[in-house]
Nanobody, 111 residues
Framework: QVQLVESGGGLVEPGGSLRLSCAAS????????IDWYRQAPGKRRELVAT???????GYADSVKGRFTISRDNAKSTVYLQMNSLKLEDTAVYYC?????WGQGTQVTVSS
């Protein structure tokens, strides 16, 4: 079972930026795709961004142009750079590798 640990969440004003990190254990990291999801209160968990083992990326329409997913295979870590944050980006953000989920990190966008 892969262990995933997210970090980097916090409170930020609208228009601000945050960078989330997800550190993974195990040796399969570089061979698999990694996803970032988020779940806002009272809403379903939704896919935000994905990065393949080859570095290909995909984004939800709601974050396209504002968020960037990247990975560092040497550190077994995936990042989510979030710019131009909006109130509606407030959620708990989770990374996912295969069937494994991290514990989540809270992102709150508020003035």
């Amino acid at each position: 079972q892969v262990q995933l640990v997210e970090s980097g969440g916090g409170l930020v004003e609208p228009g601000g930026s945050l960078r989330l990190s997800c550190a993974a254990s195990g040796s399969i990291f570089r061979f698999v795709a990694i996803d970032w999801y988020r779940q806002a209160p009272g809403k379903r968990r939704e896919l935000v961004a994905t990065i393949t083992s080859a570095g290909g990326t995909g984004y939800a329409d709601s974050v396209k142009g504002r968020f960037t997913i990247s990975r560092d295979n040497a550190k077994s870590t995936v990042y989510l750079q979030m710019n131009s944050l909006k109130l509606e980006d407030t959620a708990v953000y989770y990374c996912k590798l295969g069937s494994s989920w991290g514990q989540g990190t809270q992102v709150t966008v508020s003035s």
